[in-house]
């Protein structure tokens, strides 16, 4: 079974463009997750989504949003990207909400 | 509000040797999942091992085990014979329902030949 598939991996940006960051889940998981990794907050959860719902969001402002579609592919996007948005950016699926994530291998984002 | 601690910044340990790499959660709630992940240089988080707060018995994956000690809140991470491959840093988590992971800062273990 193809694992998590992120893409794409590795993008640069400037402060205040936006970005659109896609995530595949494993097949047959209807639950997609995104977390933000920097060297200084570590691993921060961002948002889930199950179903095409958002079952819940983490402590990160509104510039950060996201989306499922009804083939569990999520999107995450960040706007008016600022140099802190620099991060890798992690997703990760699971069959149900409360089952082990199995995660990507990332969308490193750089913000000049 | 939860928390997971992860006090061992680096460790190194002979290959061959066990390795126990420390985890303690803070959590008010009776249901919670604990798990260990493993992110190689290339970043992806790879899946370890879980553990359930009803499970009675340590879990255990391959290499890897889980000495869960509920009453004092720690989850450590033991592998026994450690490879050279085993380098990475380790990540703690756990998942209190509703919501996402919760991440330790992480344990870097580096391997020595």
């Known amino acids: 079974k193809a694992g998590v598939t992120q893409t794409p991996r590795y993008l640069i940006k400037t402060r205040g463009q936006q970005v659109t960051l896609s995530c595949s889940p494993i097949?047959?998981?209807?639950?997609v997750s995104w977390y933000q990794q920097t060297p200084g907050q570590g691993l921060q959860f961002l948002f889930e989504?199950?179903?095409?719902?958002?079952?819940n969001k983490g402590n990160f402002p509104g510039r950060f949003s996201g989306r499922q579609f009804s083939n569990s592919r999520s999107e995450m996007n960040v706007s008016t990207l600022e140099l802190g948005d620099s991060a890798l950016y992690l997703c990760?699926?699971?069959?149900?909400?409360?089952?082990?994530?199995?995660f990507g291998p990332g969308t490193r984002l750089t913000v000049l | 509000a939860q928390k997971i601690t992860q006090t061992q910044p680096g460790m190194f340990v002979q290959e061959k040797e066990a390795v126990t790499l420390d985890c303690t959660y803070d959590?008010?709630?009776?249901?919670?999942?604990l798990f260990w992940y493993k992110q190689p240089s290339s970043g992806e988080m790879i899946f370890l091992i879980y553990?359930?707060?009803?499970?009675?018995q340590n879990a255990t994956e391959g290499r890897y085990s889980l000495n869960f000690q509920k009453a004092r809140k720690s989850a450590n991470l033991v592998i026994s014979a450690s490879q050279l491959g085993d380098s990475a840093m380790y990540f703690c988590?756990?998942?209190?329902?509703?919501?996402?992971?919760?991440f330790g800062t992480g344990t870097r273990l580096k391997v020595l030949a």
């Open positions: 990760a699926s699971s069959g149900r909400v409360v089952d082990t994530q199995y």
């Open positions: 097949s047959g998981h209807r639950s």
């Open positions: 989504y199950f179903s095409e719902t958002q079952r």
């Open positions: 959590t008010s709630d009776q249901s919670y999942g």
């Open positions: 553990q359930g707060s009803y499970d009675e």
């Open positions: 988590a756990m998942r209190e329902p509703p919501g996402g992971y919760i």
